[in-house]
């Protein structure tokens, strides 16, 4: 279906109020020539991953999209406006500032070598730094070309006083995302830099992604989307997630009672020792005294 399309069918509902297939599909002069549900259902989850970059589903029935990292598609209820959508996709949290030293910490170059992290792509924004512990995978929204688009389209309405809540959210959003990519996790001229470029080459990310002096926002820049999920990123780089056998088993073996547990072998194998020193301290004495009391003659 052709972008403009996939904006129609998605506005259809944002107009009508209606399941977007019922507001687009049945309106058709030929309805006998309607794709199938589950063709519709791709329509509609394309028509608003053009307009909101957040994969969706129109119906409880409908099994698309894929599922990524436990995550899947957000159903759009019926009689629920594309506003309200948009926000219970993004839940808002208490504005918080990531401190200098967390962005050093939680730089990509870091996670990988400290954290053992690997980097993969998403298309879906609300998956954007999620972050996989048990398989060590950090997942990213790479197209920044389509987060700038957002920005400056806000911008613009913003200043011709047509802005809506829908575009305040997902302009804050893409701000968000874009401080995350080019600020925090891949800062200019670093090692990460470079990393980032390699994830370009290796893993498709949108090339545009390596296009820094998009102004996002400075040191104080606030998140109220993702601050969250990259303070989760600092926390395992303080404390890595075992993954392996042998680091699943050390992890297991460290818990409380079992570090007692050494404490108390390790008192029980030193009294045995000090034991066995004695015996053979007494032992040794003995020996020096038999050999003083009885003394060998060596006579020529």
């Known amino acids: 279906m052709p972008a403009a399309k996939a904006t129609n069918l ?16 049945t309106g058709r002069k030929n309805v006998a020539t309607a794709p199938l549900p589950a063709d519709q259902h791709r329509a509609v989850n394309l028509a608003v991953q053009v307009i909101s970059m957040v994969s969706c ?16 598609p957000i159903l759009w209820q019926d009689e629920v406006s594309f506003a309200d ?13 990531i401190q200098p030293e967390v962005r050093f910490a939680i730089a990509a170059a870091r996670l990988k070598k400290i954290a053992g992290l690997r980097f993969e792509p998403t298309d879906d924004l609300r998956n954007h730094l999620r972050l996989d512990s048990q398989n060590g995978v ?4 790479h197209h920044t070309s389509v987060l700038k688009e957002h920005i400056a389209a806000h911008e613009k309405a913003t200043k011709n006083g047509t802005s809506s809540r829908t575009s305040a959210i997902l302009a804050q959003v893409s701000r968000e995302v874009l401080h995350s990519i080019q600020i925090v996790l891949f800062p200019f001229n670093s090692d990460s830099e470079v990393l980032l470029r390699s994830l370009v080459r290796k893993e498709s990310l949108d090339p545009d992604c390596t296009q820094y002096g998009f102004v996002v926002g400075g040191d104080d820049f606030a998140y109220s989307y993702f601050g969250s999920k990259l303070m989760d990123l600092y926390e395992e780089v303080d404390n ?26 390790g008192v029980i194998i030193a009294v045995v020792l000090g034991v066995l020193s004695l015996a053979v301290g007494i032992f040794q004495s003995w020996v020096a005294y038999q050999a003083w009391k009885y003394p060998v003659s060596t006579g020529n």
């Open 240 to 265: 890595p997630s075992p993954r392996g056998f042998m680091e699943k088993w050390v992890e297991r073996k460290s818990g409380a009672r079992y570090v007692m547990m050494a404490t108390f072998i």
């Open 85 to 97: 959508f948009i926000f219970s996709a993004f839940p808002v949290s208490e504005p918080r500032s």
């Open 10 to 25: 998605a506005r259809s509902r944002i107009v009508h109020g209606k399941d977007p297939q019922t507001a687009y599909f």
């Open 57 to 72: 589903t129109a119906s409880k029935r409908a099994s698309g999209g894929v599922l990524e990292l436990g995550s899947l």
């Open 138 to 141: 950090v997942v990213i929204y």
